[in-house]
């Protein structure tokens, strides 16, 4: 079963940048769907981008040309490229893949947006 670890969150201003890691146990390459999701205190866990193994991408509309989803097979890592943040991005932001019908979860790093 794949693990994966996320990092880069932190505290931001409005309109600047953060850039997020996944970095996955194994070969992301035969991971069928990697996704980013976010979940602010108080409200539901919702879903902010997805990469599939062809390599094609699908954002939220929130996050439609704000954020880039990228990947780095090499380094068995993916990443999500935060700009022009919002204070409403601030939330926990979890990495999931799906690989043969088991779903797996990151930890979740912390991206704080302050007015």
């Known amino acids: 079963q794949v693990q994966l670890v996320e990092s880069g969150g932190g505290l931001v201003q409005a309109g600047g940048s953060l850039r997020l890691s996944c970095a996955a146990s194994?070969?992301?390459?035969?991971?069928?769907?990697m996704g980013w999701y976010r979940q602010a205190p108080g409200k539901q866990r919702e879903w902010v981008a997805h990469?599939?193994?062809?390599?094609?991408?699908f954002y939220a509309d929130s996050a439609k040309g704000r954020f880039t989803f990228s990947r780095d097979n090499a380094k068995n890592t993916v990443y999500l490229q935060m700009n022009s943040l919002k204070p409403e991005d601030t939330a926990k932001y979890y990495c999931?893949?799906?690989?043969?019908?088991?779903?797996?979860w990151g930890q979740g790093t912390q991206v704080t947006v302050s007015s």
């Open positions: 990469m599939n193994s062809d390599g094609r991408t």
């Open positions: 999931n893949a799906m690989k043969s019908g088991i779903e797996t």
């Open positions: 194994g070969s992301i390459s035969s991971i069928n769907v």
